[in-house]
């Protein structure tokens, strides 16, 4: 599994860079400035729904992360993955690793 991000900052500064929508989730990366591994954060609003539906949407963009991101992120990136509601959850599993991989493919085009 790539680092996480765990500040607001990392996640605010991913925010005001690229930005690629998928059926399943959003994904938003930005580079930074050094060659350190690539990081990955995960957020789910309230939208998404409560509490269980928030992590289990969360549980299924840390896997897609974590298979997909070694062979396709790029050091010195950051990644953030946002969930949408209903879809992040009910959408097949092998479809969001397709999402996954288009995104991080048109980010880097």
């Not at 963009?61 to 050091?75: D, M, N, Y």
């Amino acid at each position: 599994m790539p680092p996480v991000l765990q500040k607001r900052a990392d996640f605010l500064a991913a925010a005001r860079a690229r930005r690629q929508g998928m059926p399943g989730f959003l994904l938003q990366a930005r580079r930074r400035d050094d060659d350190g591994p690539a990081r990955v954060g995960f957020t789910c609003s309230k939208k998404v729904g409560n509490a269980v539906a928030r992590n289990r949407a969360k549980r299924r963009l840390r896997e897609v992360a974590r298979l997909g991101l070694p062979g396709r992120g790029i050091a010195g990136w950051d990644y953030v993955l946002i969930g949408r509601p209903e879809a992040t959850i009910a959408r097949d599993f092998a479809a969001l690793q397709d999402d996954f991989a288009r995104a991080i493919t048109k980010i880097h085009a």
